[in-house]
């Protein structure tokens, strides 16, 4: 099959270009390095006080916030945030038309076929869909309506969902493929960590590993968001080679990509020796 003529197509026949915008990468890139930032520090203050107190560490799908400790704050804003993202993705303010647009008008050239970048904002629709659900779920759990872990389980239900959709979203050209590929395998690492965490509650490596991986995938959003939609050309020029395609954008996507790794791991690493250092020295 020529993989380069399977489309997605606009509807007035012309090939979808790359899916989404520079502020629906962005945006969810900021939100999840926000996210994962405070999962660290929850998880951190938890890890070292069980510490001190000589019980085990217990993970947990939402940390409280130190001026409102009895509410599931972050829950609600979990709940909160993905309706407004939901709503940017059928509205204007994501694409022209929004969800009017799904299906091609009367007397366009595809008239009543999908529209192939309407359809990049429904599949982003559905994961913030996802995370919705899972804002519930971590509400109903704090308050003890449901099964020990059931937070946790819908929390990977999420990250599964954004991966099955991640995962069908590349299109033909190699960087865009390459992008779309390794946020898939970062989500993949959030699904695992979050089920192992249900399986091994008191494994305090599994948060961290579920940490590093919503941190990464708010990094690669980012980047996502300058290469894809900011270009930085003729450096991230897919198109200008000899025969009209260049390789190199995507094979220093992946050096982009083990930095991002390598540097999420230092600082992590860093900042729990240096927590760990500063606690002793105060014993």
Same mark, same amino acid.
């Given at each position: 099959?020529?993989?380069?003529?399977?489309?997605?197509?606009?509807?007035?026949?012309?090939?979808?270009?790359?899916?989404?915008?520079?502020?629906?990468?962005?945006? *969810?890139?900021?939100?999840?390095?926000? #996210?994962?930032?405070? #999962? /660290?520090?929850?998880?951190?203050?938890?890890?070292?006080?069980?510490?001190?107190?000589?019980?085990?560490?217990?993970?947990?799908?939402? #940390?409280?916030?130190?001026?409102?400790?009895?509410?599931? /704050?972050?829950?609600?804003?979990?709940?909160?945030?993905?309706?407004?993202?939901?709503?940017?993705?059928?509205?204007?303010?994501?694409?022209?038309?929004?969800?009017?647009?799904?299906?091609?008008? *009367?007397?366009?050239?595809?008239?009543?076929?999908?529209?192939?970048?309407?359809?990049?904002?429904?599949?982003?629709?559905?994961?913030?869909?996802?995370?919705?659900?899972?804002?519930?779920?971590?509400?109903?759990?704090?308050?003890?309506?449901?099964?020990?872990?059931?937070?946790?389980?819908?929390?990977?239900?999420?990250?599964?969902?954004?991966?099955?959709?991640?995962?069908?979203?590349?299109?033909?050209?190699?960087?865009?493929?390459?992008?779309?590929?390794?946020?898939?395998?970062?989500?993949?690492?959030?699904?695992?960590?979050?089920?192992?965490?249900?399986?091994? *509650?008191?494994?305090?490596?599994?948060?961290?590993?579920?940490?590093?991986?919503?941190?990464?995938?708010?990094?690669?959003?980012?980047?996502?968001?300058?290469?894809?939609?900011?270009?930085?050309?003729?450096?991230?020029?897919?198109?200008?080679? *000899?025969?009209?395609?260049?390789?190199?954008?995507?094979?220093?996507?992946?050096?982009?990509?083990?930095?991002? /790794?390598?540097?999420?791991?230092?600082?992590?690493?860093?900042?729990?020796?240096?927590?760990?250092? #500063?606690?002793?020295?105060?014993?």
């Amino acid at each position: 099959m020529d993989h380069a003529n399977t489309g997605p197509w606009e509807c007035d026949g012309n090939k979808s270009g790359p899916g989404g915008a520079w502020a629906g990468h962005m945006l *969810p890139g900021v939100m999840f390095v926000i #996210w994962s930032s405070h #999962w /660290i520090q929850g998880s951190m203050r938890q890890y070292f006080a069980a510490k001190r107190a000589g019980v085990p560490y217990e993970s947990q799908s939402i #940390w409280s916030w130190p001026c409102i400790p009895n509410w599931p /704050i972050e829950g609600l804003v979990k709940i909160a945030l993905s309706c407004l993202g939901a709503a940017a993705e059928v509205s204007g303010f994501a694409h022209d038309d929004g969800y009017q647009h799904l299906i091609c008008y *009367p007397g366009q050239k595809r008239s009543g076929h999908f529209s192939g970048s309407s359809l990049n904002n429904w599949q982003h629709l559905q994961m913030y869909v996802c995370f919705a659900v899972s804002g519930l779920a971590d509400i109903v759990s704090y308050w003890g309506m449901l099964p020990r872990g059931t937070d946790k389980v819908f929390l990977a239900l999420a990250f599964a969902g954004q991966t099955v959709l991640m995962g069908l979203h590349e299109k033909d050209e190699a960087l865009d493929k390459f992008l779309h590929q390794a946020l898939t395998y970062v989500m993949v690492v959030c699904v695992v960590a979050c089920m192992l965490e249900v399986a091994a *509650p008191h494994a305090y490596l599994a948060t961290c590993a579920r940490n590093t991986g919503v941190m990464l995938q708010g990094l690669l959003f980012i980047e996502t968001a300058q290469i894809m939609f900011k270009g930085y050309k003729p450096a991230w020029d897919v198109n200008d080679g *000899p025969d009209g395609h260049d390789m190199a954008p995507a094979m220093y996507a992946r050096i982009v990509l083990l930095q991002s /790794i390598i540097t999420v791991f230092a600082v992590y690493v860093g900042l729990h020796m240096a927590i760990s250092a #500063w606690i002793q020295s105060r014993h």
